[in-house]
């Protein structure tokens, strides 16, 4: 079976570089899935799962934000943060999750940053369903 080569590459330095059969991807439209010899574009990711699956084995991680580049064979995301299952801690992304919910929907604190708690929700959200 053909593969496609996906490189994942955050501001420390790669974080995967590996052959796959096919990658689920958090598009900011949705969903979509690539697989190999897959048409070029470019588009941006929003807060998600990645999934990564080889030989009927999924590797599952969290990813927020970034931006995909597609090519026929290649596939390059360019995210801040990307964590595996393993990486997270599924405690302290219930109590960000909760903490966030609190300042955006039960603060009467005009000072709070909406659009900080938001993106703190999306990716404690994001965390937490890579998970499980």
Same mark, same amino acid.
């Given at each position: 079976?053909?593969?496609?080569? $996906?490189?994942?590459?955050?501001? #420390?330095?790669?974080? $995967?570089? &590996?052959?796959? +059969? ?8 949705? +969903?979509?899935? @690539?697989?190999? +010899?897959? /048409?070029?574009?470019? /588009?941006?990711?929003?807060?998600? /799962? ?26 390059? @995301?360019?995210?801040?943060?990307? &964590?595996?299952?393993? #990486? @997270? +801690?599924?405690?302290?992304? !219930?109590?960000? !999750?909760?903490? =966030? ?15 900080? =708690? &938001? ?14």
């Amino acid at each position: 079976m053909k593969k496609i080569h $996906i490189e994942l590459i955050m501001p #420390e330095g790669k974080k $995967i570089d &590996e052959m796959v +059969d096919s990658i689920n991807v958090p598009g900011v439209d949705g +969903d979509f899935e @690539i697989l190999p +010899d897959h /048409t070029p574009f470019i /588009t941006k990711i929003r807060p998600g /799962t990645l999934c990564l699956n080889t030989n009927n084995k999924t590797t599952k991680y969290a990813i927020h934000d970034g931006f995909i580049t597609v090519d026929k064979d290649k596939v390059i @995301i360019i995210s801040e943060i990307a &964590e595996s299952e393993k #990486e @997270i +801690d599924l405690n302290r992304a !219930k109590l960000s !999750k909760e903490r =966030a919910e609190k300042r955006i929907f039960n603060s009467k604190d005009e000072d709070i940053d909406y659009r900080r =708690a &938001e993106v703190s929700l999306h990716k404690a959200v994001a965390r937490i369903n890579t998970i499980g």
